[in-house]
């Protein structure tokens, strides 16, 4: 059996430029890997591809993007018909439709292991992610990147140094679609916006740092504007949305921070899914342990 981890990411920044000619928002995101994760469980059986999950929220069939990775690579490895011989069991512990990433995330892990049982040369696996969602490529780098374009452009950047993230997942999620849709609806996108400062070339600063989609999403949802202000009320050096939300992210220089961060807020939020204390990983440390 090969047991493999996927990782969740946040958002640092994400800005929305404006609309790119495929009809997708164009986006200047830094993506960065988080310790929180998923595990699959990879072993060999005998008949046709199959897909567990612990969590009922999952889709365990041909919509998971775990089945779909299979798929991809059982045809890129140049066998017939449908992927088989291979049963995976996902545990999940990333929030699903939180804006984590935790569903592109288990597919880059996914199509690793898979490129490894199939014997798929790694290099096609870029694009093989991609066909799969514009955040899967992302996951096949980690650690403190770049994106553009839709996020799928990929510029990895010099690693942040540690962090200790707490996590405030309420007990709502939020679709990209919607996000978008309400971000569209309040700002409009019919002229490009213009971000201040320019593209880093090697690092990032957090004074940069926003989110072009959490006002119109805590516009609808005014939690999440004040789980934002909670958290920078208790101390993190940085708090935003991550993604297309629901959760909401302070970043602390120390874990005992966090900690009493995330006890505030479990004594002041009500309505909460979870409050989850973790830290920022390297690129180096994603690929080590992944395969742990």
């Known amino acids: 059996m090969m047991r493999v981890q996927a990782f969740a990411k946040i958002n640092l920044s994400l800005r929305v430029l404006g609309v ?23 072993r060999r ?34 066998r017939p018909g449908s992927a ?26 996914a199509l690793r292991a898979f490129a490894r049982l199939w014997r798929v040369d790694a290099k096609r696996l870029p694009d093989i992610a991609a066909s799969l969602g ?3 490529p992302y996951f096949l780098e980690g650690g403190t990147v770049l ?7 990929l ?9 200790w993230v707490t996590l405030v997942v309420p007990s709502f999620g939020i679709s990209t679609k919607d996000a978008y849709a309400w971000f569209d609806a309040d700002v409009g996108v ?37 789980m934002v202000s909670a958290l920078r009320a208790a101390g993190a050096s940085y708090a935003a949305m991550t993604g297309s ?29 979870s409050i989850i204390v973790t830290r920022t990983l390297t690129r180096a440390e994603c690929r080590r342990l992944a395969a742990k």
């Open 190 to 226: 019919e002229r490009p916006l213009q971000p201040n400062g320019s593209l880093p070339a090697q690092g990032f600063a957090l004074r940069e740092a926003r989110n072009d989609l959490e006002p119109a999403v805590a516009k609808r949802h005014p939690e999440i504007g004040r």
């Open 134 to 136: 514009a955040d899967v």
């Open 84 to 109: 088989r011989n291979v049963g995976v069991t996902l545990a999940k512990q990333i929030p699903i439709s939180a804006g984590l990433g935790g569903g592109s995330s288990d597919a880059a892990a």
């Open 45 to 78: 059986v005998r008949g046709p591809f199959w897909l567990v999950c612990d969590d009922v929220a999952c889709p365990a069939d041909s919509t998971n993007l775990v089945w779909r990775a299979a798929e991809a690579v059982w045809t890129a490895s140049g």
């Open 155 to 163: 510029f990895p950047l010099i690693d942040r140094p540690k962090a």
């Open 20 to 42: 790119l000619a495929d009809g997708y928002h164009e986006l200047r995101t830094i993506f960065q890997s988080i310790a929180l994760h998923d595990t699959l469980s990879i």
């Open 245 to 273: 939300g629901s959760t909401v992210f302070g970043i602390f220089d120390r874990k005992p921070a966090a900690a009493r961060a995330a006890e505030s807020l479990a004594d002041r939020e009500r309505g909460l899914s």
């Open 147 to 153: 994106g553009l374009e839709r996020g799928d452009v």
